[in-house]
């Protein structure tokens, strides 16, 4: 079977990875020359900790607070737009405790499968991306934030992820004896890992060259030709390809693809940002979320860290806004009162287009209408966390075998 995978982010490279070793031709096409999509500029999180989707109780009133704070770190940008209001009109339904408690279980299962994954592919030969599973600290600074801290402990607990603790000002302190913290405490997450995104790409890349998977960059995809429930063609911008399945894996732009055939979904476009410094000693052990600037922190090596955040609901056209990077910056120093840090020039600060779904929970699955196509994207924040998870259950999905985890919570149709 040959299988045309439409995205060539961590997503639809982890499809790629699954469908070429079950023996199937893969062609991968990207409209870039795949080495600049959201899975390079992230945080390199793998995170079953992350089981809170973005839609919460208070998220809608607190965004409206935010949006006359240029530095805030959730905007959404005000605009006379159909998928705008479609997508908000979803979010503010799935802001509530019984969704947010219906989406916890599905986001740990996919989670762990997905570490569980990393996990195998650190163990290959000449595939090293940096995998650690050192554990990742929630830091707070005020007792409100420490609150909300020992609910997602219990929350943590009943999910079964025991290896999750509180630590107070002095055993946050020991964990991170190089490099004092502005806070009062932290949630530690013992099951999370981390990784470097850049490396893990260019390991993945050369891995599926090597098995004969065709990548084929700079080509964008205008066009299905169809033959009754089936795709027949995927029309490019530089031609056609035949296909047998089509995977649809292009982050952000795939509401805009999926449209051409006919199918809505609610998702917006989410900006991030994101620095990095290398050659400077940081003295930073574990990787962090600052929870009050809602910043996350990741030291790849002991010269190398990485500062990135911001949700910003925009349109992929909107410039850059330098204000959402001094955010991140305040955030840091406000947390690491030491650390040597500041807004760099513009061209070096990385910024991405996440695809944020209304409900937190992305889209992995068929739809009735097309029997050959399966659709996965819609990750937001968790598109490097959730990515060779997904990658195995499109395999599952395409060769018609039991998934590994229950993808009703997925269902693409769920709107």
Same mark, same amino acid.
């Given at each position: 079977m040959h299988v045309v995978i439409i995205g060539g982010g961590i997503v639809g490279l982890s499809a790629a !990875? &699954? $469908?070429?070793k079950a023996g199937h031709a893969v062609t991968v096409v990207d409209q870039t020359d795949f080495s600049t999509s959201c899975s390079y500029g *992230?945080?390199? &999180?793998?995170? +079953?900790?992350? !089981?809170? +989707?973005?839609? #919460?109780?208070?998220?809608?009133?607190?965004g409206l607070r935010w949006m006359l704070n240029s530095q805030s770190p959730f905007y959404v940008q005000p605009r006379l737009d159909w998928s705008l209001l479609q997508w908000g009109w979803h979010f503010m339904r799935a802001a509530t405790a019984k969704r947010v408690e219906e989406a916890a279980i599905p986001l740990r299962d996919i989670s762990l499968l997905s570490r569980q994954e990393y996990s195998a592919w650190s163990k290959m030969a000449g595939f090293d991306f940096l995998f650690q599973q050192k %554990?990742?600290?929630? =830091? !707070?600074? #005020?007792?409100?934030?420490? =609150? /909300?801290?020992? &609910? #997602?402990?219990?929350?943590?607990?009943?999910?079964?992820? /025991? @290896?999750?603790?509180?630590? @107070?000002?002095?055993?946050?302190?020991?964990l991170e004896p190089n490099i004092p913290i502005n806070a009062i405490g932290a949630l530690y997450f013992g099951c999370d890992a981390h990784c470097s995104p850049n490396q893990l790409m260019l390991r993945l890349i050369a891995h599926l060259q090597a098995e004969g998977v065709q990548l084929l960059p700079n080509a964008t995809v205008v066009d299905f030709t169809k033959e009754g429930k089936k795709i027949k063609k995927v029309v490019h911008s530089g031609g056609e390809l035949m296909a047998d399945h089509v995977v649809v894996a292009t982050g952000s732009w795939s509401r805009q693809l999926l449209s051409t055939l006919r199918i809505s979904i609610p998702m917006m476009p989410g900006r991030g940002y994101s620095i990095t410094m290398e050659e400077q000693a940081h003295g930073v052990n574990y990787p962090a979320i600052l929870v009050e600037g809602r910043v996350a922190v990741t030291p790849f090596s002991s010269t190398a860290i990485r500062f990135g955040g911001t949700m910003e609901i925009t349109s992929h056209q909107t410039p850059p806004r330098m204000n959402r990077v001094a955010g991140i910056v305040k955030a840091v120093k406000q947390f690491y009162p030491t650390l040597q840090v500041n807004v760099p020039p513009v061209d070096k600060v990385w910024y991405g287009y996440r695809p944020c779904s209304a409900?937190? $929970? +992305? &889209?992995? %699955?068929?739809? +009735?209408?097309?029997? *050959?196509?399966?659709?996965? #994207? %819609?990750?937001?924040?968790?598109?490097?966390?959730?990515?060779? %998870?997904?990658?195995k259950l499109v395999r599952e999905i395409v060769d018609e075998l039991p998934p590994s985890i229950d993808l009703k919570p997925f269902a693409v149709n769920r709107f």
């Open positions: !990875f &699954y $469908l070429k *992230n945080a390199g &999180y793998i995170c +079953p900790s992350h !089981f809170i +989707p973005l839609a #919460t109780p208070g998220i809608v009133r607190q %554990g990742l600290l929630e =830091v !707070f600074q #005020t007792e409100e934030k420490a =609150v /909300h801290a020992q &609910y #997602t402990l219990e929350k943590a607990h009943e999910l079964g992820l /025991h @290896d999750t603790k509180l630590v @107070d000002q002095s055993a946050l302190a020991l409900d937190g $929970l +992305p &889209y992995i %699955g068929k739809l +009735p209408s097309i029997s *050959n196509l399966t659709i996965a #994207t %819609g990750h937001a924040m968790l598109g490097l966390s959730l990515g060779a %998870g997904t990658g």
